[in-house]
Nanobody, 119 residues
């Protein structure tokens, strides 16, 4: 079982920055692809950014050039640096850990952290 705990959300003005962190426990962290997703009221959960076990990264078009995902396998953490925030970035942000072994996909989620971008 994998436990994920997010932190770092809050209220920020447009153009500001926030850094989200996700601490993982209960598994060999380095074997998992780690991602950040978000869900705004009335919307489906969407992928924001992912960093694979091999450290490849992928970003949603809406955050490219503004957000940066990183991982520290020694500390079992994954971070999301969010710059130039916009009101449309307002959502609950969720940390995800995913590992596929043959045909079995193990998927774990954190409880979410609220990010509100408003003046």
């Amino acid at each position: 079982q994998v436990q994920l705990v997010e932190s770092g959300g809050g209220l920020v003005q447009p153009g500001g920055s926030l850094r989200l962190s996700c601490a993982a426990s209960g598994t060999i962290f380095s074997r998992y692809d780690m991602g950040w997703y978000r869900q705004a009221p009335g919307n489906q959960r969407e992928l924001v950014a992912v960093i694979t076990s091999g450290r490849s990264t992928n970003y949603a078009d809406s955050v490219k050039g503004r957000f940066t995902i990183s991982r520290d396998n020694a500390k079992n953490t994954v971070n999301l640096q969010m710059n130039s925030l916009k009101p449309e970035d307002t959502a609950v942000y969720y940390c995800n850990a995913r590992r596929k072994v043959f045909t079995v996909v193990n998927d774990y989620w954190g409880q979410g952290t609220q990010v509100t971008v408003s003046s």
